[in-house]
């Protein structure tokens, strides 16, 4: 539960969130902690809020593997929705069609997918997200979430020309599906999520 959260905050790699449960960062004493990627000299930086900070504090030392994780992920997803059969995925840099249970196939590593798209959304530029994630440069961002970014162009232009309003059809709820890698979910819905599965999967277990 509190391992999702931090993922979900950060936006790092699973390796890196264990290590920041195990002391392995820098505090910059300004709202911020470093860590160092597996990456050669690339560091992730991470902007503290009272989430990070209480599940570093209350997960001090707390380390499981990755594979672990992912298990306890899917049975997570499966008691939440087993429904979702067809969806997008991240495939290095390209985006590819899936036909298989979302269940079976979700990973630590889609937080991380809703974590940049999250920000590219909020207006966050690729050359500071990729300091957030710990990446290299933006190729990727720009490969994988290139269609995200035209959308924000596409908003800015839309706010500052007058064009005529359509009325907004409802969505009824099997038009809005929660899936990591394509759509946004916002805390509330992880929390959802994550506490409609707490009593299944106990505190050691996360």
Do not use: C
């Not at 706010?159 to 946004?184: A, G, H, R, T, Y």
């Amino acid at each position: 539960y509190d391992i999702a959260l931090l993922l979900f905050h950060t936006g790092l790699r699973y390796e890196n969130v264990i290590d920041l449960l195990n002391g392995r960062y820098i505090d910059n004493g300004n709202g911020t902690i470093t860590v160092k990627t597996n990456k050669a000299s690339i560091y992730a930086h991470v902007i503290l809020n009272d989430t990070i900070e209480r599940v570093m504090k209350e997960r001090q030392g707390y380390s499981t593997d990755n594979k672990r994780f992912d298990y306890l992920l899917k049975r997570m997803w499966a008691k939440f929705d087993d429904s979702i059969d067809k969806y997008k995925e991240q495939k290095g840099t390209e985006i590819v069609n899936v036909s298989k249970p979302f269940a079976k196939n979700v990973s630590a590593h889609y937080f991380r997918h809703t974590f940049i798209t999250r920000k590219l959304r909020e207006g966050v530029r690729p050359e500071l997200i990729i300091k957030m994630v710990g990446h290299a440069d933006t190729t990727m961002i720009n490969k994988v979430y290139g269609h995200l970014t035209h959308e924000q162009e596409n908003e800015l232009f839309v706010k500052n020309v007058n064009l005529p309003k359509k009325k907004e059809q409802p969505l009824d709820n099997e038009q809005v599906k929660p899936i990591f890698s394509n759509v946004l979910m916002t805390d509330d819905d992880y929390l959802q999520l994550l506490q409609d599965v707490r009593d299944d999967i106990q505190g050691g277990e996360n």
